[in-house]
């Protein structure tokens, strides 16, 4: 499979996984339901760039103990969140996920970082990273 064959399956697997983990989260934040998920098309190339950032990087980090690997992977999402968050900030006047606006029923905004980035999210961009590994290996056959 072609890099930019892979760069569409991490862009599906990724929309797929945020519309999923969003309309999971509606039931406690709204009392909805109905499951409603939502993403944001500026999301396709924000995950599609995996197959050039995160591919190169996963492997040069094979054999290290997964710790590390969650480590790098949660830093290295953090960054992509920040740096394209605040280029589309920049293009149209606001961020689509901006964590400084309270949602549903929170009456304060959570920890964030400018609102690009929500410490609380470490622990599921860790998880994130690791199932990218797993990804990446069936994309390439490894």
Same mark, same amino acid.
Do not use: C
């Given at each position: 499979?072609?890099?930019?064959?892979? *760069? &569409?399956? #991490? !862009?599906?697997?990724?929309?797929?996984? $945020?519309?999923?983990?969003? /309309? @999971?989260?509606? =039931?406690?934040? +709204?009392?909805?339901?109905?499951?409603?998920?939502?993403?944001?098309?500026?999301?396709?190339?924000?995950?599609?760039?995996?197959?050039?950032?995160?591919?190169?990087?996963?492997?040069?980090?094979?054999?290290?103990?997964?710790?590390?690997?969650?480590?790098?992977?949660? *830093? &290295?999402? #953090? !960054?992509?969140?920040?740096?394209?968050? $605040?280029?589309?900030?920049? /293009? @149209?006047?606001? =961020?689509?996920? +901006?964590?400084?606006?309270?949602?549903?029923?929170?009456?304060?905004?959570?920890?964030?970082?400018?609102?690009?980035?929500?410490?609380?999210?470490?622990?599921?961009?860790?998880?994130?990273?690791?199932?990218?590994?797993?990804?990446?290996?069936?994309?390439?056959?490894?």
């Amino acid at each position: 499979m072609r890099r930019i064959e892979r *760069a &569409g399956a #991490y !862009a599906a697997a990724g929309l797929l996984a $945020e519309v999923a983990q969003t /309309a @999971v989260k509606s =039931v406690h934040r +709204d009392g909805n339901w109905r499951l409603t998920g939502t993403t944001y098309l500026w999301m396709v190339p924000i995950y599609g760039s995996a197959a050039w950032l995160f591919e190169p990087a996963h492997d040069a980090l094979r054999g290290r103990p997964t710790w590390q690997r969650a480590a790098v992977w949660t *830093a &290295g999402i #953090y !960054a992509v969140e920040a740096a394209s968050g $605040e280029l589309i900030r920049r /293009a @149209v006047g606001e =961020v689509p996920w +901006d964590y400084a606006r309270p949602r549903g029923r929170a009456i304060r905004p959570p920890v964030n970082w400018h609102g690009l980035i929500r410490p609380a999210y470490a622990p599921l961009w860790a998880l994130t990273g690791l199932g990218l590994e797993k990804l990446h290996d069936r994309l390439t056959h490894r």
